[in-house]
C-alpha cells in the first residue's frame, strides 16, 4: 500500500507541473481511458521493438512497474518495425511507442494525432547496409536483391545511399523484409545484402557480410536518423503525468547506459538473448542521450523538427508519401515540456 500512495504522490507533483498540457480526450485504448482519481491511466499500453537502447532496460528492469507500484498495469506490445507501430497507433491498440525518425516523419505527414516527448537513440553504426562477397561498393548493388524493412529508418538509409550512389530503386531490386526474416533469407542466399539493425545485422556480418556503408556514414552528408518515442495526442493530453513518469524511467536508463555499462548490457542481453559482450558493443553503436540534452535546440527544441521536415521531403521525391505538410506540422509535434521536467 505504501509503495502505492508513494507512486501517487510522485505523479500528482508532475502533474501539476504539467497541467499546461493536460485536458482533452482519452486514449484510442479503451484499456488505458478509464483511469480512476489520481488522473492516471488503469493500463499503459507500449510498443516496443528488439532494438539495444534503454526501452529494453526499462522493460527488462521493471522500471515503470516499480514507478507506478499498483496503480498502472503495464502491457509491452513487441513490434517489427516503426510501420507496424504506425499501424498500431491508427489501429488504437498502444498508447507509447518507438519508431525511427523517417517512419515518424511519414507518420505525421499523413496526419497520424501522436506526438515526440523522447529519443530514444541517434542512430550510427547500429544499422548498416551488409552485404555478400563480391559486392564491393553501392554501384555493385545495380542488379542486386537488398532487403529492408518498408517504412523504417533503415529504408530511408538504402534510398538516401542509393541516390549519392547514382542508383535509383528501378536499379536494384529492394525488397521489403522485417528483421528475422531478413536473416533467414540471407541464410538461404535468397538476397545480396540488407540494410537492417541490431541485433540482426551483427548477425549477418558474423556470417559473413560486409559493411559498405551506416547510418553514421549517413548522418555527416545531412541524413540522420533517430530512435523516437511517439505518444498519442489524446494519452498525452489527457495523462501528462503518466507521460512524465514514463520519460523519468527513460531517463534513468540513459544513465544506467552512461554510468553502468556492464549492468546495462546484462539487461539487455537478456532481453535480446544474446552475449553480454554483444550487447554491450551494439549499446556502443548507437548514441544516447539524457533528458536535459534532448531539451536543447539541437535536439527537441529545434534540430529535430528541421530533420522531420527534411526526411518528409525525402520521402515525397521518392514517391514514398503523397504529401508534406508546413514545417510547424512538424514542430508542432515535438513535446520538450516532459524532456524539461524530468528528473
Avoid at 70 to 80: A, N, Q, R, Y
Avoid at 111 to 123: A, K, M, N, R, T
Avoid at 148 to 174: C, M, N, R, W
Avoid at 220 to 241: C, E, I, M, Q, R
Amino acid at each position: 500500500m505504501k509503495k502505492k500512495t508513494l507512486a501517487k504522490i510522485g505523479v500528482f507533483a508532475a502533474a501539476a507541473a504539467l497541467a499546461v498540457v493536460s485536458a482533452a480526450c482519452g486514449s484510442n485504448n479503451d484499456s488505458s481511458d478509464a483511469g480512476d482519481a489520481t488522473g492516471l491511466p488503469d493500463k499503459i499500453v507500449i510498443g516496443y521493438q528488439n532494438i539495444p537502447n534503454g526501452d529494453l532496460i526499462v522493460k527488462h528492469d521493471g522500471l515503470l512497474e516499480a514507478a507506478f507500484g499498483d496503480s498502472v498495469t503495464i502491457e509491452w506490445k513487441l513490434f517489427d518495425s516503426g510501420g507496424s507501430v504506425n499501424e498500431a497507433i491508427l489501429a488504437g491498440a498502444i498508447d507509447i511507442g518507438l519508431v525511427g525518425s523517417s517512419p515518424a516523419s511519414r507518420g505525421i505527414s499523413s496526419g497520424i494525432e501522436y506526438q515526440i516527448p523522447w529519443i530514444f537513440d541517434v542512430i550510427g553504426k547500429a544499422e548498416a547496409l551488409a552485404v555478400k562477397g563480391g559486392i564491393n561498393s553501392i554501384a555493385d548493388l545495380k542488379g542486386k536483391t537488398i532487403a529492408t524493412p518498408f517504412a523504417s529508418t533503415s529504408h530511408y538509409s538504402l534510398l538516401a545511399a542509393l541516390e549519392e550512389a547514382g542508383l535509383s530503386e528501378s536499379d536494384v531490386k529492394v525488397i521489403d523484409s522485417e528483421p528475422d526474416a531478413i536473416l533467414a533469407a540471407w541464410q538461404q542466399g535468397d538476397i545480396d545484402g540488407a540494410y537492417v539493425w541490431n541485433p540482426v545485422l551483427a548477425k549477418l556480418t558474423a556470417d559473413g557480410g560486409k559493411v559498405l556503408i551506416t547510418s553514421e556514414d549517413l548522418s555527416k552528408k545531412g541524413k540522420t536518423t533517430y530512435d523516437l518515442a511517439v505518444v498519442t495526442t489524446s494519452f498525452a493530453t489527457k495523462y501528462p503525468a503518466a507521460v512524465q513518469t514514463w520519460l523519468d524511467q527513460q531517463n534513468a536508463a540513459v544513465t544506467k547506459i552512461r554510468e553502468d555499462v556492464d549492468g546495462a548490457a546484462k539487461s539487455i542481453a537478456a532481453e535480446l538473448n544474446i552475449p553480454e559482450a554483444d550487447a554491450k558493443q551494439q549499446l556502443s553503436e548507437l548514441i544516447f542521450l539524457s533528458a536535459s540534452e534532448q531539451a536543447g535546440a539541437e535536439y527537441l527544441g529545434g534540430g529535430l523538427a528541421r530533420n522531420l521536415f527534411a526526411a518528409a521531403q525525402f520521402n515525397l521525391k521518392l514517391g514514398k508519401i503523397e504529401s508534406v505538410k508546413e514545417e510547424s506540422a512538424y514542430n508542432a509535434a515535438i513535446l520538450t515540456t516532459f524532456a524539461s521536467a524530468a528528473k
